[in-house]
């Protein structure tokens, strides 16, 4: 397992515009054949290109683990139908009022953890699409829990102002030992500078060195 930094459009927010499970890299329509190479092979994964709603802020409108793949609302049709030929996973939609999903839901094989702004009646929704248990849960006060949250299944990160008894419980349900971290040179929101699965991290290129030393730890590049 290891570590890369890549910035996508110029950009470090590398988690913005792509998502990532064990087999596949989504990146968005018209993306550089190149780069999404880049990007697979960095992850050890295929890659497919797709649009959520019509954009390619693919990484807040989707949820994805190597079960399941949840869409927000305003996904359209055919969005939906080239995921699920394209992929096998098991796709659907959350009918929640929020579509920036992956601000708000933070998975991995094992469990998730959802912002309390989606209510409670999309809990088994969630848990039967994906096969996980799920909590409802803030991070730091925040209702973005998957903004703020990164995991895998071997490790993963949590906003450096979460509080001890969250880090513990998110944890828990993820199976996993969470450690607070930033991201490209001091930003919290972790999701958005971070692609992670099993096999590999690809990190925004305003990554530090200390915060490369701590991704390293928390999720066990070295083990």
């Known amino acids: 397992m290891g570590i890369f930094k890549y910035d996508v459009y110029r950009n470090p927010n590398v988690g913005i515009y792509a998502k990532c499970n064990d087999k596949f890299v989504f ?27 019509n954009t390619r802020l693919l990484g807040p409108l989707m949820v994805v683990n190597n079960k399941g793949l949840l ?30 999903i992956g ?5 991995n094989d094992v469990g998730a953890v959802m912002s309390p702004l989606i209510p409670t009646e999309y809990v088994k929704k969630v848990e ?6 799920v909590i409802r849960r803030r991070v730091a006060g925040y209702h973005q829990t998957g903004a703020m949250t990164v995991a895998n299944s071997k490790g993963g990160v949590i906003h450096p102002s979460a509080e001890e008894e969250d880090i513990k419980a998110i944890s828990q349900v993820l199976g996993i ?11 919290p929101y972790l999701c958005s ?23 390293t730890k928390a999720f066990r590049v070295e083990d």
């Open 193 to 215: 500078g971070i692609l992670a699965n099993n096999n590999s991290l690809v990190v925004g290129g305003l990554t530090n060195g200390p915060e490369l030393v701590m991704l």
């Open 71 to 100: 869409l927000p609302r305003n996904c359209l049709e055919e969005e939906i139908s080239h995921l699920k030929k394209s992929t096998g996973l098991n796709v659907d939609i959350l009918e929640t009022k929020h579509t920036a």
């Open 128 to 133: 039967d699409v994906l096969g996980v248990e």
């Open 177 to 187: 030992e969470l450690e607070p971290a930033t991201i490209n040179g001091g930003s």
């Open 27 to 53: 990146v968005p329509n018209g993306f550089a054949t190149t780069k999404a190479t880049n990007l697979a092979e960095f992850l050890k994964t295929d890659y497919i290109f797709t649009s959520v709603a």
């Open 103 to 107: 601000n708000l839901i933070c998975t």
